[in-house]
């Protein structure tokens, strides 16, 4: 009987890709950016794929934009040799499906194998790309805590099993290495990673690298700095539909979004091809009502299944925080870990602020003592930090403030504990390492 289920879920799938019958329209434009096709316009809705049988071969595109006289298709592919008079037919919704044998491969947008292993097993579930979010009443509590073993993490911005953490960073101050050593993290069951507008050669030195050792359960989804907008916006959609499979299994899920920035640009580009206004900083609107939901997705899943925990890189222009895509991600996280290029500068990786960083869900994790602790802890960063203008120019004397000698003894020994690289060992116990670094 459950034979007879998988074939006919099998050709219930196969018939959804090739239907017995394809409605076709006539492609009346061509733009750099997106064409035009006639005559099918009320057999479309957003989110459509279009085909175009070129070469030997069906090349894709999305419906952004539907009116009377036609509809705006943009093509995943970064150039396709589509001609005025070309035959376009509908291809349906996109989706994916997902099957327990992906775990260690590679993938694209597309969910096309990209490692060389061979075709992908399919499952017998459909994912959609564009899934909506667990309703918000029947999803689990979150309460459990989790160790990173990154001890700056652990420390001051813990995460519980189903929070979404986003790490804001400017350009090369250490954000892919931080979510590299996350990745390695051994206390998940599946570890989905979608790199997003990463640089070719980052890719292989990544998987090869600090996912090394969790590559046989890692599914890691690829779109790199030079496809399309269409396809680095859907890198993004495709990771989550692979960790809501295998969260949908009872599994614990880390996913790794590398970066929620760079799916922002490209969702302006497919926005702006469709002919929306620019409204901030040249993002259209529906880019800040897509992010959101996108975010959304991730997070504790319904009563029985499994959860994902998230950790989204959000790479800040220009070291503005206050930019408008990273504005309204801090607004919809669980928290926020603030990389800081001076303390780059400085050669201490990770180079976390404690003081702009914080964890929403932190005292679901710390124990009373712990909390007090930790804050204390802070306020003695603070005011070494706040005061080192003042020692610079020679205007501190040791014995004339206790709280302030307290701090210049103890702050430089908390930084030296906190350092920590992509190569060195995971921290087992954060607190009994930081207490022993400060006595030492």
């Excluded at 061509?30 to 071969?57: A, E, H």
């Excluded at 993490?153 to 099993?161: M, V, Y």
């Excluded at 994790?365 to 120019?393: C, I």
Aim: hydrophobic share 40%; with cysteine; charged share 25%.
């Amino acid at each position: 009987m459950n034979a007879l289920v998988r074939l006919q879920a099998a050709v219930e799938s196969a018939m959804e890709d090739v239907p017995p019958l394809r409605v076709g329209g006539i492609v009346r434009e061509v733009t750099p950016t997106y064409f035009r096709v006639s005559g099918i316009s009320s057999y479309l809705r957003l989110g459509d794929r279009v085909g175009i049988d070129q070469d030997g071969r069906t090349r894709i595109g999305e419906v952004v934009r539907v009116d009377e006289a036609g509809a705006a298709v943009k093509p995943f592919d970064e150039r396709v040799p589509v001609g005025m008079g070309s035959v376009a037919f509908r291809a349906g919704s996109l989706s994916l499906s997902p099957d327990r044998s992906w775990k260690g491969r590679v993938i694209n947008a597309l969910g096309v194998p990209l490692d060389g292993e061979g075709l992908l097993a399919r499952g017998e579930h459909r994912m959609p790309m564009d899934a909506e979010p667990p309703p918000a009443m029947t999803r689990q509590r979150i309460q459990k805590g989790i160790r990173t073993g990154v001890r700056v993490i652990d420390l001051f911005t813990p995460l519980c099993e189903g929070q979404r953490m986003g790490i804001f960073a400017g350009s090369g101050v250490g954000k892919s290495t931080l979510l590299a050593m996350l990745a390695r993290s051994a206390v998940f069951d599946t570890v989905v990673v979608g790199l997003v507008g990463e640089r070719g050669r980052e890719v292989r030195e990544f998987l090869e690298g600090p996912l090394a050792s969790n590559r046989h359960r890692s599914v890691v989804v690829v779109s790199t700095s030079d496809e399309s907008p269409m396809m680095r916006r859907l890198a993004p959609q495709s990771a989550l539909a692979v960790a809501e499979y295998f969260r949908d299994l009872g599994e614990s899920v880390l996913l790794i979004i590398d970066s929620v920035t760079r799916y922002a640009h490209a969702a302006r580009d497919v926005a702006l091809a469709a002919g929306e206004p620019a409204v901030a900083r040249g993002y259209a609107p529906s880019v800040f009502s897509t992010l959101p939901k996108l975010l959304e997705r991730a997070g504790p899943g319904t009563e029985g299944a499994g959860c994902i925990t998230a950790v989204f890189s959000v790479l800040v222009d220009g070291d503005d925080h206050n930019d408008p895509v990273a504005d309204a991600i801090r607004g919809t996280l669980d928290g926020h870990i603030v990389l800081d290029r001076a303390i780059a500068d400085q050669g201490r990786f990770p180079a976390v602020n404690v003081l702009g960083s914080i964890s929403r869900l932190a005292d679901h994790v710390w124990t009373p003592e712990e909390r007090d602790l930790v804050r204390r802890l802070k306020s003695m960063v603070a005011r070494f930090e706040d005061t080192r203008d003042l020692r610079l120019m020679g205007g501190y004397h040791a014995g004339s403030d206790p709280e302030l000698d307290q701090a210049v003894a103890l702050v430089p020994k908390i930084y030296e504990a906190l350092r920590q690289y992509s190569d060195s060992p995971p921290s087992l116990d954060p607190f009994g390492e930081l207490a022993q670094a400060i006595r030492g």
